[in-house]
């Protein structure tokens, strides 16, 4: 299964694109996390097509989880349980979706198989990145036996 970040703008701040290296630099190269920075349009229509037009570009089957403060609210290890779930299922790609600074419409987010949150605090979209690779090398770990997680 192939996993990617599928992030709306870009990081212009070097510590944040180094935070987000550092945990995705953690996985075997086989099975790291691809980030694609998706076009931040003038308006929100506008970024928002860029994002339907994102998840219509995935190889099926996809299951797409988008990244939304109101979302599920789940655990470390709920979080590497569900995604073994979806690995589990045949599922070709894994994608989580990033919103913009404006966040993701409702229209974008019901293309998406799920919505969770990283927490109820609203984090910049550009720190998001670096939290969400962090949580994935997380799930990993806990679902390949490894001590990185102290509960």
């Not at 470390?76 to 073994?84: E, I, K, N, T, V």
């Not at 070709?92 to 949150?117: M, P, R, Y």
Request: one cysteine or more; charged letters at 20%; hydrophobic letters at 45%.
């Amino acid at each position: 299964m192939k996993t990617l970040i599928l992030a709306t703008g870009t990081t212009r701040e070097a510590h944040l694109r180094a935070l987000e290296a550092e945990y995705l630099g953690r996985f075997p190269a086989k099975i790291r996390p691809e980030v694609r920075e998706l076009t931040e349009g003038k308006t929100a229509a506008q970024t928002a097509a860029a994002q339907l037009a994102a998840l219509a570009a995935l190889p099926a089957p996809a299951y797409v989880i988008a990244l939304d403060e109101r979302g599920a609210l789940l655990t470390s290890p709920a979080w590497a349980a569900q995604l073994a779930k979806v690995a589990g299922q045949g599922v070709k790609t894994l994608a989580f979706l990033i919103g913009s600074a404006d966040g993701l419409t409702d229209e974008v987010k019901n293309h998406c198989q799920a919505v969770w949150a990283l927490g109820k605090l609203t984090f910049p979209h550009q720190l998001v990145r670096g939290l969400l690779a962090e949580q994935l090398y997380r799930a990993h770990t806990l679902n390949t036996g490894h001590p990185y997680h102290r509960p």
